[in-house]
């Protein structure tokens, strides 16, 4: 199995307050990777 942590994007687990990020080749791709991921997040909602 072949792994390429610069196609994946953070996973963060906001009951523990943890945020992962793969090892990425590059600052520019933790940048692009992580500000996707927080524009385009889902969220739960309190209704």
Do not use: Q
């Amino acid at each position: 199995m072949l792994i390429y942590p610069d196609a994946w994007y953070p996973c963060s687990n906001t009951c523990s307050l943890v945020l992962s990020l793969p090892r990425y080749s590059s600052r520019a791709i933790l940048k692009e990777r992580l500000l996707s991921a927080i524009t385009h997040c889902e969220e739960f909602g309190l209704a």
